[in-house]
């Protein structure tokens, strides 16, 4: 049999469900209760004639009654000075009914203020804003991403960057005041929440976003984290009809293709970390200043990458265009159905809705130099040489991560019939080395040991190897891994320094602070891993059509960036002009973009020696030594 409820029972679930209901419902029955003393009060004083009347009146009306009543239950000390006992007693009930409602709505009163504090804190409440960029999750790259997007905001009235991660609002906004130190026009709000959470998501308004970038935890499995947070911000109830501009990262190339299927109707760069990052070792190691290149593109401190339409190039070719401006420096075009053509052949005909690719200090300096010949020095260009064949090289690659079997058949792709690669690294890594690639033009030999040992290294005869690659410890925490590797740095910049032989060292650095550190041992280039990739995810975000250009660049089978000797374009010595530069690469199918000068090599304060698309009229005199930087296939 069903109990039934008795009527207390019924009082004290009804109660119990109004004390839950929030600051503002307390306080509005404090208030009914407040009323109905007074208006209690007020009636009996009222009703009560001169018996309960202040001594030496007749009697008071309601509405005087209730005016005396409320000043009694807002400030106690006020009954004092009441005369007649009557009156005195209905006071007194009020006062003690005032000072219990009183205390009682200072305490909801202080509990609320402090609970909405405390919900401030946690970074709760919805961002208001529009066009802004939304940052989900956190790690070591916003530190590189949040100052790039500072400086694109640059060109906007005002800029907003909204983070979303699963941390304490004030830590993060702490870290960030550290580490970032002039926001300009950029204003950085902190929010908690998941960035898998649907509902969290909702806090920083990503339907109302310019972009949304989606950063990978660094422990855990990434991928799948990315892929929940893509699918809470696509399937979301509150989404617009309009594609998405989202930019993330992902390290297992099986996770791209679950993500473009997730990310169909929207547009959605993923930046395949691993592969990239492998690649471009792969590149510098065999090209000095290559790293120094890629981050002068990437980044928005100089000179980027635009699109532009120019109707006055419609009907021209390709090789026209690259001589038609003075201040950019063209690399490509993007034709109107959205495809990306770099480099392409001279005779390419610019169709009208086609937009020209260039490098440039802004989109606005993208302009027609008005030159109808412009002054190409022809007796300073030198014919194209027939290329000679590389020799075998040898590479030594100390340590092992999840970038090196990338690396090893990168290396293989450029290297000559004959070539080899030595791997040193731990004996558990041995099979996995031995197994990692089918090499068609080197062959692969294992060594167990530690890659710090200086008598192990020493041992190795690394004064024979053409090329040496310091790979990181992925298995050591950050500043672990990047202090292992400048021990080996020291090392091997002390053997080198014992031999002339020249021979190239490149090493990856997890943390952008340890490069500082590291110059101190000459190191030819560091690829930094995460700060390359954060640039170039700060780039997409900007820019989606970007996604084109940097999938042909960093793509084996692609047109790539080449550090190639400038004797081999132009004559040495005489004052040449970079239309001259840029002519003779374009006669041998080749996009000029730069040159690196050989005696800032180390000069950091000089770029190292990189020059991204100089001036075309200004002159330079090159010496043996200097590199020109091309677009080119091989």
């Avoid at 170039?536 to 940097?550: K, P």
Wanted: aromatic share 6%; charged share 25%; with cysteine.
């Amino acid at each position: 049999m069903t109990h039934k409820p008795t009527f207390t029972e019924k009082f004290r679930y009804w109660f119990d469900n109004y004390m839950s209901s929030g600051t503002l419902a307390l306080i509005g029955g404090l208030g009914i209760v407040s009323l109905a003393v007074i208006l209690m009060a007020a009636g009996v004083i009222s009703l009560g004639g001169s018996l309960l009347a202040p001594e030496g009146s007749d009697g008071m009306d309601f509405i005087e009654a209730a005016w005396e009543s409320m000043m009694r239950t807002l400030d106690p000390g006020t009954m004092g000075g009441d005369m007649g006992w009557g009156f005195r007693w209905v006071m007194l009930f009020v006062t003690l009914g005032g000072i219990f409602i009183i205390s009682t709505l200072i305490g909801v009163l202080t509990t609320g203020i402090e609970g909405k504090i405390d919900e401030l804190r946690k970074g709760r409440s919805r961002v208001l804003e529009s066009n802004h960029t939304v940052i989900l999750g956190w790690s070591p790259q916003i530190f590189t991403i949040i100052p790039e997007l500072i400086i694109a905001n640059e060109n906007h009235k005002r800029g907003t960057i909204a983070i979303l991660a699963d941390r304490d609002k004030l830590e993060m906004e702490e870290e960030i005041r550290k580490r970032v130190e002039n926001m300009r026009n950029t204003r950085v709000i902190c929010r908690s929440g998941s960035p898998n959470d649907p509902t969290d998501l909702e806090i920083v308004s990503p339907h109302l976003a310019r972009s949304i970038i989606i950063l990978p935890p660094d422990e855990g499995d990434a991928d799948a984290a990315v892929i929940k947070s893509t699918l809470a911000l696509t399937n979301s109830p509150q989404r617009h009809p309009a594609p998405y501009h989202i930019v993330t990262q992902l390290r297992n190339e099986h996770s791209l293709d679950i993500l473009r299927i997730i990310g169909k109707n929207d547009h959605l760069s993923a930046i395949l970390t691993r592969d990239i990052i492998a690649r471009v070792t792969a590149q510098t190691s065999r090209q000095s200043g290559l790293s120094v290149v890629y981050t002068e593109l990437l980044d928005f401190d100089g000179d980027e990458i635009y699109f532009h339409e120019e109707p006055a190039l419609s009907g021209k070719t390709f090789g026209d265009a690259l001589l038609a401006y003075e201040d950019s420096a063209l690399i490509g075009i993007q034709q109107a159905d959205g495809t990306t053509l770099l480099n392409p052949r001279s005779g390419t005909r610019f169709s009208p809705g086609d937009r020209v690719i260039a490098i440039s200090a802004d989109d606005d300096t993208i302009r027609l130099s008005g030159l109808n010949n412009p002054p190409i020095q022809t007796s300073l260009i030198r014919s194209a040489a027939k290329r000679i064949a590389s020799p075998p090289e040898k590479t030594l690659l100390l340590g092992w991560n999840a970038s090196a079997p990338v690396i090893i058949r990168e290396l293989d792709h450029y290297a000559a019939k004959g070539s080899s690669v030595t791997v040193v690294a731990g004996q558990e890594f041995e099979e996995q080395a031995r197994a990692c690639c089918e090499l068609q033009n080197q062959t692969l030999t294992f060594r167990a040991g530690d890659t710090a040992d200086r008598v192990l290294l020493d041992a190795l005869g690394i004064t024979e190897y053409d090329h040496v690659i310091a790979l990181a410890d992925t298995s050591l925490d950050v500043q672990t891994a990047d202090a292992r590797t400048l021990i080996t740095l020291l090392h091997l910049r002390n053997i080198a320094g014992m031999d002339e032989t020249p021979f190239s060292i490149v090493s990856e650095m997890l943390d952008l602070r340890n490069r500082e550190l590291a110059a101190v041992t000459n190191v030819d280039d560091f690829i930094v891993s995460d700060h390359l990739i954060s640039l170039m995810t700060a780039q997409l975000s900007e820019n989606a059509d970007l996604n084109g250009v940097f999938n042909d660049l960093f793509d084996a089978e692609g047109n790539e960036i080449y550090l190639k000797p400038v004797a081999d374009y132009v004559e040495l010595g005489q004052p040449v002009n970079f239309y001259t530069v840029v002519e003779a690469a374009r006669r041998r199918h080749e996009t000029a973009i730069g040159y690196r000068l050989a005696a800032d090599a180390r000069n950091s304060a000089a770029h190292f020696g990189v020059r991204i698309n100089p001036k075309k009229s200004t002159e330079v005199r090159f010496v043996e030594g200097d590199r020109l930087i091309v677009l080119a296939e091989e």
